[in-house]
């Protein structure tokens, strides 16, 4: 009888009736070949990420906050009256078959226009007056409702910024601007601060027993608030702080009987304002559309009727 050899197995024979069988079980490997588990993977700690500020919604953003639309108390007959600020964006309402008059600057040399839809708006300029008195005039008109567009208008004093917005029928007659910032000299940033004994104390020649001292300061709180206010029978000083000349100085209004801003004639002298009149209210504001407000009043007494009371 032949005998069969298995290596790598062990033979189990079961008894069976006429029949040999038999039987290969694995033989267990060497514990060192066995696969070793893998290591559990550390845990990380999961922060969620800072969402970022699209740049286009930055724009936009920047963009309507800079953005200076028609105010009813500023129509003069049917002239909408901006004040004219860097940076500003002041907005144009057009409409078909009506032409808007963008009036510069008597004296204000124009350079050059440039309008971001040429094929929907027309853009032309003439002229009125002469010598001193000779003023250059935008005029602006959509050919439908419903188009936007914006409008850069350059001269020899400064450049223009207008949102043009195009409606069905209702269209402004004309637009120009008051000039707060000619009426004082400009002061820019980096300029260094003179010693404040430089300045004067008042204007020369002002009796100090004339002096009045009744105002009241109110409003904002920025770096260029007025330290006090007075006059001496005929003009109102204001009083800043050394700080003044570190930044723009801020326009000043009068305010009328019917709470309307008029601009009033004044001058810087040092630190101080010198108002050429006497006012029972005014303020200063800086800025656009979020304006910084401080309000000067007079108490006690009234500029109505004689030019100063007791």
Not at 37 to 50: Q, S
Not at 90 to 115: H, K, M, N, S
Not at 123 to 139: A, K, N
Not at 155 to 176: C, G, K
Request: proline share 9%; hydrophobic share 40%.
């Amino acid at each position: 009888m032949s005998r069969i050899l298995i290596p790598a197995c062990i033979c189990l024979a079961f008894a069976t009736p006429g029949i040999a069988q038999t039987v290969a079980r694995p033989v267990p490997a060497a514990p060192e070949a066995r696969a070793k588990p893998a290591p559990p993977r550390p845990l990380r700690a999961t922060h969620p990420r800072p969402r970022k500020r699209v740049p286009l919604v930055q724009v936009a953003a920047a963009t309507r906050e800079a953005t200076r639309e028609p105010a009813a108390s500023a129509f003069v007959n049917a002239v909408q009256v901006y004040p004219w600020s860097e940076g500003v964006l002041y907005r144009l309402y057009g409409a078909p078959e009506r032409i808007t008059d963008v009036a510069l600057q008597p004296g204000e040399t124009l350079v050059a226009i440039a309008a971001g839809d040429t094929v929907r708006w027309t853009v032309g300029d003439t002229t009125s007056g002469s010598g001193e008195t000779r003023r250059t005039h935008i005029l602006v008109k959509p050919f439908a409702a419903g188009q936007r567009t914006n409008l850069l208008i350059t001269t020899d004093r400064r450049s223009y910024h207008l949102q043009l917005e195009s409606t069905a029928s209702t269209a402004m007659s004309a637009i120009r601007w008051t000039y707060p910032q000619d009426a004082l000299p400009m002061v820019k940033r980096g300029v260094a601060a003179e010693p404040a004994k430089s300045a004067p104390a008042v204007a020369p020649g002002v009796a100090l027993e004339a002096l009045r001292f009744d105002y009241a300061i109110s409003g904002d709180r920025p770096a260029w608030r007025p330290l006090r206010a007075f006059d001496d029978g005929r003009q109102v000083y204001l009083e800043f702080p050394a700080t003044l000349r570190q930044g723009e100085a801020p326009p000043l209004f009068v305010i009328g009987e019917g709470g309307e801003l008029q601009l009033v004639n004044y001058r810087l002298s040092g630190r101080f304002y010198i108002v050429d009149r006497l006012f029972d209210a005014a303020e200063l504001r800086l800025g656009g559309k979020k304006q910084q407000v401080v309000r000067i009043v007079r108490t006690g007494r009234s500029t109505k009727g004689e030019g100063r009371s007791s």
